[in-house]
């Protein structure tokens, strides 16, 4: 059964693609990413005039973040009862909401700018530490989930096993983690 899966999940100018390439490939993508992100919420000013829906983007991302959670637990279910097929649509609904949240995040902060927490006392240090870990996490995770889907698409699960194995726990904590910063945040504006 696991090779019936092989063959319909591997795409063969994957297959073929050096792991030197496509790994130095995922890193610039994500490095460009980071740098984008970086300069969108610390140097871009925000912009002059915004929409009404922009608002409501917070709560779409949370959501966003949750059903991401969702199906990052549904793909991991799957995969120990080694229900291959229903893991890999699990996953790449967790990546598709994962994607649309960095898109609506996008958004939000070209509109928005940065957003500072204004709580004080014991909720601080929390937040703030939540809010550090999850951003550092988030930087490292890109890559991981793009060379665990690179491995996967390109037939070799052995090193997609290895790598996802480390890359779930760190995914699946960014995911919760952002909800939670939405909640905590949401709670003090």
Request: no cysteine; proline share 3%.
């Amino acid at each position: 059964m696991q090779n019936d899966f092989k063959r319909k999940v591997t795409i063969d100018a994957l297959q073929h693609l050096s792991t030197y390439k496509a790994i130095i490939g995922i890193v610039l993508f994500s490095a460009v990413a980071v740098v984008f992100l970086f300069w969108l919420l610390y140097f871009k000013e925000a912009a002059d005039h915004t929409f009404a829906w922009v608002a409501h983007l917070p709560a779409v991302n949370a959501t966003l973040n949750s059903l991401a959670t969702i199906l990052l637990v549904g793909g991991f279910y799957q995969i120990k009862k080694r229900d291959f097929d229903r893991h890999m649509q699990f996953m790449i609904g967790s990546f598709l909401m994962s994607t649309l949240f960095l898109v609506s995040y996008v958004i939000y902060h070209n509109f928005v700018g940065h957003t500072p927490f204004p709580g004080q006392g014991f909720i601080r240090p929390v937040y703030f530490f939540i809010l550090i870990t999850h951003i550092i996490l988030s930087v490292a995770v890109v890559p991981m989930i793009l060379g665990s889907f690179y491995f996967a698409f390109a037939g070799k699960f052995d090193v997609h096993r290895k790598l996802s194995k480390l890359t779930f726990p760190v995914w699946l904590y960014v995911s919760v983690t952002g909800v939670v910063i939405y909640f905590i945040l949401n709670a003090y504006v």
